[in-house]
C-alpha cells in the first residue's frame, strides 16, 4: 500500500513563498509519474504540477514560472516550490504518485495565501 505525507503547508502573505514536501513509502518510487493537486473550496480537486520517471514536468498555466516540481529518488520524496503566492492559491494541496493509472493520494496540506 502506497502512504503519502504531505508537509509544509501554512499560512503565507502574498507574493511569499512555500515549499511542500511529500514523503512516500513506495519501494519503486522511480517508476512512480508524482503529481501535486488542489482543491480550493467549492471547487473541483485540479492538477497543479506532474514530473514523470524521466523528469520531465507539466504545470497548470495558473502556476506556470511561480512553481517548481522536482523529485529525489533518494529520498523518495516529491516537492513543489511555491513563488509569488497569490489569494487564489488558496487549497488543500494533495500529493499523487500514479502508477499505470493506479492513483494514490496523501491526506493533504492547507496552503493559505492571505495578508
Known amino acids: 500500500q502506497v502512504q503519502l505525507v504531505e508537509s509544509g503547508g501554512g499560512l503565507v502573505q502574498p507574493g511569499g513563498s512555500l515549499r511542500l514536501s511529500c514523503g512516500t513509502s513506495i519501494s519503486s518510487f522511480r517508476f512512480y509519474v508524482m503529481g501535486w493537486y488542489r482543491q480550493a473550496p467549492g471547487k473541483q480537486r485540479e492538477l497543479v504540477a506532474i514530473?514523470?520517471?524521466?523528469?520531465?514536468?507539466n504545470y497548470a498555466d495558473s502556476v506556470k514560472d511561480r512553481f517548481t516540481i522536482s523529485r529525489d529518488s533518494a529520498k523518495k520524496t516529491v516537492f513543489l516550490q511555491m513563488n509569488s503566492l497569490k489569494p487564489e492559491d488558496t487549497a488543500v494541496y494533495y500529493c499523487n504518485a500514479n502508477r499505470l493509472g493506479i492513483m494514490s493520494w496523501g491526506q493533504g496540506t492547507q496552503v493559505t495565501v492571505s495578508s
Open positions: 514530473i514523470d520517471t524521466t523528469g520531465r514536468t
